[in-house]
């Protein structure tokens, strides 16, 4: 028998699709070729695997060896092919049974004494596998992350050895196990002293999902207050926490398993390029805006910004997601990410303090905000100044903020009734369902046609204004938008960046 066929998994942004490896002996003189467009790290594999099987003490078959990779138009990266084509090697010269493959995927990298090295993308390849009906090996590494997917039979393997062992049923591989989530000590609300303004706004963003600008000038509180978002949030379910671990599985980062249902909270600094942010590169890694899948983004300094990777940020604001284009290749990554962007209101951070120790000119202060494009901050749903705490208020005995589980407690409340009502959180409503949901009385119509007029909204913010309104119509318990709910979401884009608000 001089034919073997083995399961793998290749990686294609956070997918995983499977690759038969056909591995065929024949007469000839002794050589080795890998076709089914490998890249450079395949070809490689074959001095791996060579030496691994050598090592632990097998043949190397001395016959003309093909491998075969399929499909063929699938791109292949890495190492994680050395164990299926070691087997397979394995197999088609007799040395393990055949059909003791059947049932299995391998995943993983050989060292040249047959250690089996980690690979990236682990979960992605066991929760397809998951579809398949087979277990999987995978590399003692990576085991804690593949569990995470309960729904295969993962196992552990240290050595290629190791796995020939179970293949020949006289050795047993122990099962993966997930570990314990790790309790995660979030930044609190608690912390926060004053600032009611930015607190009512930040519990209507997590409330309802939407995007929130932060201005005001430096130590005014804007990265603490970021930061306490995600524990505003409601725990990810379990289907949106295995989404964003796929995500920083595929990043090359790594993925602890241990912190899988914390929401991410991702701060990349404002010297990031347009890679980092939304991803790319040869072999297609999922950018900053992918790794806050399900969680939050926090872009501070954002008029400091290349210009080109904030316009970058409109197709995932808006779309969920990122595509990456590479030659003749596509690979797609989840970005459904909360933006909480900040500023400061002018160069130097003190326009419209009190203090007047501002002295920036008009026009260094308009091309400072203009830094920022128009259609970015449509998409913006709140946007408010936040002013310099007076001392009062940062005194040692002045009490603390309401607690983050307090408010995250009407928070979740505020987000059934939305999913009873449409499936989704506020800001993800379409246009269509804003304008089934977010009916306003015909004095409110009035209202924000008015606002429409003098701030001179686009529709598309106009729908964002309607959303917000609804939002806050949810934190109040109402079924209808009132007056009250609607001039408090159209206060949000009183803010305008050219606007009078914002003067100096
Ligand atoms: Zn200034």
Redesign the pocket.
């Given at each position: 028998m001089g034919l073997a066929l083995v399961h793998g998994r290749a990686r294609a942004g956070v997918a995983a699709p499977a690759v038969q490896v056909e591995v065929h002996l024949a007469g000839g003189l002794p050589a080795m070729s890998i076709v089914g467009l490998p890249e450079a790290a395949v070809r490689e594999a074959k001095d791996r695997v060579r030496a691994a099987i050598q090592c632990a003490q097998f043949e190397f078959p001395a016959r003309r060896i093909t491998v075969n990779l399929a499909p063929a138009d699938l791109p292949k990266h890495g190492g994680r092919f050395d164990l299926p084509i070691a087997l397979g090697i394995l197999a088609a010269s007799g040395q393990i049974p055949v059909e003791s493959l059947r049932d299995t995927e391998f995943l993983g990298e050989l060292g040249l004494t047959g250690e089996l090295r980690p690979v990236d993308g682990a979960l992605p390849a066991a929760l397809a596998a998951a579809g398949s009906g087979r277990r999987m090996v995978v590399p003692a590494a990576n085991a804690p992350e593949a569990a995470l997917a309960r729904q295969v039979e993962v196992l552990a393997a240290r050595t290629l050895l190791e796995v020939c062992a179970m293949l020949h049923g006289r050795k047993a591989l122990p099962a993966g196990v997930a570990p314990p989530a790790a309790a995660v000590a979030a930044p609190d609300m608690r912390d926060v002293r004053g600032q009611q303004r930015a607190r009512r706004a930040l519990e209507i963003a997590a409330a309802g999902g939407h995007h929130l600008l932060l201005v005001g000038p430096p130590g005014c509180g804007k990265t603490l207050l970021a930061s306490r978002l995600p524990g505003l949030l409601p725990a990810p379910a379990e289907d949106e926490a295995l989404e964003a671990a796929a995500v920083a599985s595929v990043s090359g980062r790594g993925l602890d398993p241990a912190r899988w249902r914390t929401r991410p909270f991702r701060a990349p600094h404002h010297t990031a390029s347009a890679v980092a942010l939304v991803g790319g590169g040869g072999e297609p890694r999922p950018g900053e805006v992918s790794l806050a899948h399900h969680g939050v983004l926090f872009l501070d300094e954002l008029p400091e910004w290349e210009r080109r990777a904030l316009e970058v940020l409109r197709e995932p604001l808006e779309s969920g997601v990122v595509t990456i284009s590479r030659a003749a290749r596509q690979a797609e990554f989840p970005a459904r990410f909360q933006l909480v962007a900040a500023m400061?209101?002018?160069?130097?951070?003190?326009?419209g303090d009190a203090s007047g120790?501002?002295?920036?000119p008009p026009e260094?202060?308009r091309r400072y905000r203009a830094r920022i494009s128009g259609p970015l901050l449509d998409r913006i749903d709140l946007q408010l100044e936040i002013p310099r705490l007076p001392v009062s208020e940062l005194r040692p005995d002045a009490p603390p903020g309401e607690a983050s589980a307090t408010i995250r407690h009407r928070v979740e409340i505020a987000r059934a009734r939305q999913q009873t009502r449409a499936g989704c959180c506020n800001a993800r409503l379409d246009q269509a369902a804003t304008l089934a949901t977010c009916r306003l009385d015909a004095a409110d119509q009035r209202l924000l046609e008015r606002a429409v007029e003098s701030l001179q909204l686009s529709a598309r913010a106009m729908h964002r204004c309607l959303r917000v309104a609804r939002t806050i119509a949810d934190l109040d318990g109402c079924d209808a938008i009132g007056t009250a709910h609607l001039t408090e979401a159209l206060a949000y884009r009183g803010f305008s960046i050219d606007g009078p608000a914002m003067a100096?």
């Open positions: 400061n209101p002018c160069p130097c951070g003190w326009a120790r501002c002295r920036c260094a202060i100096a």
